[in-house]
């Protein structure tokens, strides 16, 4: 489905969903279960699921190279978009 209107849902997610960016093709999605997805906004299917944070994830960002996300863990990472490999983990928030 091309994901455009109010009554559109992406399912897969295993459990509350915190935080949502979008851009043209994309929707980023970080939840309680500590992981980030990927989802392809025109098939609504889940490309990726980035994992490494050790507590839910409450932000995500995203552009054109990266995804960003930010966690209770007390950490920021930075994920490659293309392979959903985690380039660097930002620490130090307490």
Known sequence: PNLTGPNDLLE????????VAIDNSTVVSGSLDNNVRIWDRNSGNCTKVLEGHTDSVRAVVIDSTMVVSG??????????????????ILEGHS
């Open 71 to 88: 966690s209770l863990d007390n950490t920021i990472r930075i994920w490659d978009r293309n392979s959903g490999d985690c380039i660097k």
């Open 12 to 19: 897969s997610q295993s459990s509350s969903v915190r935080a």
